[in-house]
């Protein structure tokens, strides 16, 4: 069996080194991929420019911004506090855009005024936001982008397709007329239209999603210079899956938008947010075998490990899967949803469970919360088994308080081998911090 994990140059060495630093459950990103990740996107094929932000929601971290950051991608930030992270990370204003279900008030709204004067874009994706943001944009002359609801979706499960009528974001066609003329009356230039149809569909769905938005472009925003095809690209996480050929996409789009310059004169550049595409397989989860158990003579062989849905709650909220390695203390790869062989599926069925009171702390489920067993070599209590395919959607969306475990620490591969940790263990007392006893 190879030293390394499937994806980039983590090895079963790496995962050692890593886990006698502080101990385990930790996140390891790759720093060598995640840069080729966001090469591919901003190689991406295009006619009149490609400016593509990374959307930070998957991974929110400052040296895993700085570092996406430093390979000319912008920011898509999901709320107000997200795009002061990003700007306190060091990203300039001007590289970052806005696109959220609130329009931050109060003390808040004075930071977006301030924020969006000094070159945040904001992506108006209600009637409401419009109306909220309407007045100071029109009074600073800022051109502001337009989300559309376009009444189709795609994504990986129903709970990640954000373009249908059972999600609401964006601006639905129905109501486009409504804010077109409110923008006119108000003096709103929409000069960039976006539509995110959903995380992981079918690329050719995102095909789809191009023709229809142009038509949106073409028919409806005179003004428009950009137009934002949104993230979602589909990544291959399992060895049976298959990741969106980005290349075969850019070129789908340029010529599409080629296609309209002909048509109407329109150099439209290009925008794309990809998430999980730059950071889902640049990320593991090493977490310790804690204990090894069995359901009886028909049930279940149980590896009990010291993560589960509290540092990766995906499995737990779609069903998703992930590949798995157990990496012996030595730092042997004994067993690799890449490479089963050796494996006896009379033998070596298992399932991964963590240390949380909730039966659904699995690694391993179905789309119905159901275990399903995995092809895995056995392990004993003190082996690491890591989970691959954690880059994107895990530290930035955990439950990490749950049965009080703390937030677990991040670590980077450097270019050179280095292990640096890009955050430290979070601490009981700092769980704890703003709780109040009860008075008398
Ligand atoms: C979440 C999100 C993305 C990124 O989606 P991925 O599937 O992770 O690429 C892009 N744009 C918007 C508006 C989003 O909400």
Redesign the pocket.
Known sequence: MADRLHFGGVSGRTVVGAASRFGTPLYLYDEAFIREKCREISGMPNAFGLEPRY?M??NSGRAVLQLIHSEGLGI?A?SLNEARRAHAAGIPLGSIML?TQEVPRGADRADLERMMAAGMRYNVCSLLQLELVADFAARKKLPLSIRIHPGQGAGESATRNTGDKYSCFGVHLADLPGALSMAGDRGIVFDAVHV?IG??GDPEKWRENVDREIAFLEEHLPQAERINF????RTARMPDETSADVGALGAYAKRRLEELHTRTGRKIVMEV?????VMANAGYLVTTVIDVKATGPDGFQFLVCDGGMEVNARPLLYGSRHPFYVVRKDGTVASSEFDSGGLDRARDLRVVVGRCCESGDSQSLDEEGHIVPRLIAEASAGDFLVVGGCG?YCSSMTPFAYNSHTQAPELLLRLDGRLDAIRRPQTLRQMTANEEGLRN
């Open positions: 959307a929601k998957a898509d999901s696109t995110h995380s992981g949104g993230g979602g690209l947010e990809p998430g999980t595409y994107a």
